[in-house]
């Protein structure tokens, strides 16, 4: 619809200040009006249009444009006293502006000024200017005023004082000195989006002073952190809702648990659900997680359908692996005993292990688990349909991101239902991706030619960040009533990490969301602005780790029930006999193996000063090879 050369907003507004500049300098007086600007701009920047669009997107637009100054203009609290120092039989505004004069006055209806001033003119609707001083004689006419009998008052000294008094009008200069800072760093703001942002910093810091005062330690810390980070969240978020209006979604899902704290984000930057004027879709919690939703959404129960989870966990043990299906692993150990299998080994690539096929083979095997295939589906359906998901056409979901395997489950289940998942960032798919499924990151994707990659690497520290404490979801009950709920399972160990840091972190966050809200409207702050800083933000998280968040992170009970079937320690590492031992032993190789993959974070490492320089030096050097590996891999395909 829209010209290439035409890419963002920007590049339309320099458009429509070139269309504004041609007609002031063709035309006599200078004068031109807002739905002729609107007009040929559409002509420009749309690739294919007639006359029935041209007219219904003038329309649009020039309602949205009005819109945005009713939104956006406030009166002068001084002007109707100042006005009354020179009594008048009739006040009328008289302006130089490209909307007509009805449109101003609906202006000044809106803000209760048509007490005071009942009528007026617009240059645009003349084609007469005060600029040069025949609006003045317009008025004069129109109304059979002497010059001498009309008091002027304005705040342009060239147009609406020195113009006036030559044209025999008393001219008064209203210029009130707050109101005139406040427009000139306005205009400063819209040319210069560095100084804005500094700004908005500034007023985020100043407005956290009481608070920052009272605490003290890591909790000060995690505060100074959220405010600093805040950028990256708030980009997102509207990301989110431009995503979501761009995409025509109904609804705006988010997944527990990252997207409780992106949800109170939004509620902070949108309190009316609006955005630049436009409704945005309702948004909502849905209570679901990988575990919760997995079983659920199999299609068959098949080695070739585990795929989807060993794709993820190429080693896993049979525990771990029954767990995830929301199973009771002990009530199978004497069905994995006649194919000799245990649940506690770790199986490499189990999709090619003989007695995992010969188990998969095994109707009594294959028949319990499909039981509870049909019971997750019936009892999630249920919860879905009490939350109204599915029912839209367009559906977005939202989550922290790296895979959207809880997007890819509810594909599954909701077939029907076009689903559009909004993430923070995006590692590479490793598994077929539902048709009616699509996917959007705001930072990094692992999918498409992209920037800021290595982002990826820690993705866990981020996922503490963002953390509920009000648990994972592991399933779902129903009351006495038919009434179904979320099943959360809330692990202390893991909420004193959010109660002692993280919950200071979030308080910070929303804080300057809430600053940034009162920006994004009458400065047009978008998301593609924010993303660079949030990467930046996002690389200095990870680079130059603190020692309050590097203790805050290795207190971590970390959920991983979900593949690897148990709460993960962030506190343990490898020790340096289990790194040696790892070269000959199978199974200490494994654990090794593992803890990279789920860390990969050096400087946390080198953080740590309880290990030794030894200890740490050789965690480090097994990192970056895999961190060698895993680009050499991205790069060359293997």
């Not at 809330?490 to 009162?518: C, G, H, K, P």
Request: contains cysteine; glycine residues 6%; hydrophobic residues 40%.
């Amino acid at each position: 619809m829209v010209r290439d050369e035409y890419h963002d907003h920007w590049s339309i507004y320099r458009e429509r200040c070139k269309i504004e500049g041609t007609f002031v300098a063709e035309r006599e007086y200078g004068e031109y009006s807002l739905d002729e600007v609107l007009e040929l701009l559409l002509q420009r920047v749309m690739r294919e249009y007639n006359a029935v669009d041209i007219e219904k997107y003038r329309r649009i637009y020039s309602a949205s444009e009005q819109s945005f100054e009713l939104r956006n203009t406030y009166p002068d609290p001084c002007i109707e006293r100042f006005c009354g120092a020179w009594p008048a039989d009739e006040t009328y505004f008289l302006s130089d502006f490209y909307m007509s004069a009805d449109a101003i006055q609906k202006l000044l209806d809106h803000h209760g000024i048509a007490r005071f001033v009942k009528a007026g003119i617009s240059s645009c609707d003349v084609g007469f200017s005060k600029r040069r001083g025949q609006l003045y004689e317009q008025i004069h006419t129109l109304y059979g005023v002497e010059p001498r009998d009309h008091v002027h008052i304005g705040d342009n000294f060239e147009a609406d004082v020195l113009m006036a008094r030559k044209m025999g009008v008393h001219a008064v200069h209203f210029e009130p000195k707050s109101a005139h800072s406040e427009r000139i760093r306005i205009s400063e703001y819209l040319n210069n989006r560095t100084a804005l942002f500094s700004h908005i910093a500034q007023e985020v810091t100043k407005n956290a002073e009481p608070r920052l005062q009272s605490l003290s330690g890591a909790q000060r810390t995690a505060y100074e952190l959220g405010l600093h980070t805040a950028p990256l969240f708030v980009g997102f978020v509207i990301f989110i809702a431009e995503q979501a209006l761009k995409n025509k979604d109904e609804k705006v899902f988010f997944f527990t648990r990252e997207g409780e704290f992106f949800l109170r984000i939004w509620k902070a930057l949108f309190p009316d659900n609006e955005i630049s004027g436009l409704e945005l879709p309702l948004p909502d919690l849905l209570e679901v997680s990988r575990l919760a939703t997995f079983c659920a959404s199999l299609r068959s129960v098949s080695v070739g359908e585990l795929r989807r989870v060993w794709n993820l966990y190429s080693t896993q043990s049979m525990d771990a692996l029954l767990k995830t299906l929301g199973l009771r692993p002990d009530e199978f150990a004497t069905m994995l005993a006649r194919y000799n299998l245990t649940l506690d080994e770790n199986i490499v690539h189990p999709w090619q292990d003989n007695r995992v096929r010969a188990l998969f083979a095994d109707t009594a095997f294959t028949s319990s688990i499909e039981a509870k295939v049909e019971a997750d589906r019936r009892q999630l359906g249920k919860y879905l349909d009490s939350k109204g998901f599915g029912a839209a056409a367009n559906s977005a979901v939202v989550d922290i991101g790296w895979r959207g395997t809880i997007q890819d489950n509810l594909g599954y289940v909701r077939p029907q239902t076009r689903l559009t998942g909004y993430y923070l960032g995006l590692q590479t798919f490793l598994n077929e991706q539902p048709a009616n499924c699509a996917k959007r990151a705001y930072g990094p994707n692992g999918n498409e030619a992209t920037d800021h990659l290595d982002l990826l690497n820690v993705v866990s520290l981020l996922e503490m960040l963002c953390n509920s404490p009000n648990g994972s979801v592991s399933g779902y009950g129903e009351t006495h009533e038919g009434q179904v709920h979320a099943i959360r399972i809330v692990d202390d160990a893991e909420n004193r990490t959010f109660e002692q840091f993280v919950s200071y972190f979030q308080e910070a966050v929303l804080q300057a969301a809430s600053v940034y809200a009162t920006y994004i409207d009458n400065h047009v702050i978008v998301s593609s602005e924010l993303r660079e800083r949030a990467c930046e933000i996002w690389g200095k998280l990870i680079g130059e780790t603190h020692q309050d968040l590097a203790r805050a992170y290795i207190s971590l009970s970390h959920n991983e029930l979900f593949g690897v079937g148990k709460f993960i320690d962030k506190s343990h590492v490898p020790s340096l006999r289990d790194i040696f031992q790892g070269l000959f032993s199978r199974s200490r190789r494994h654990e090794v193996v593992q803890y990279i993959r789920q860390t990969q974070w050096p400087q946390l490492i080198w953080a740590r000063k309880e290990l030794s320089y030894i200890h740490r030096l050789s965690l480090v050097l097994l990192m970056k090879a895999a961190l060698f590996y895993k680009v050499r891999r991205r790069i060359y395909g293997r």
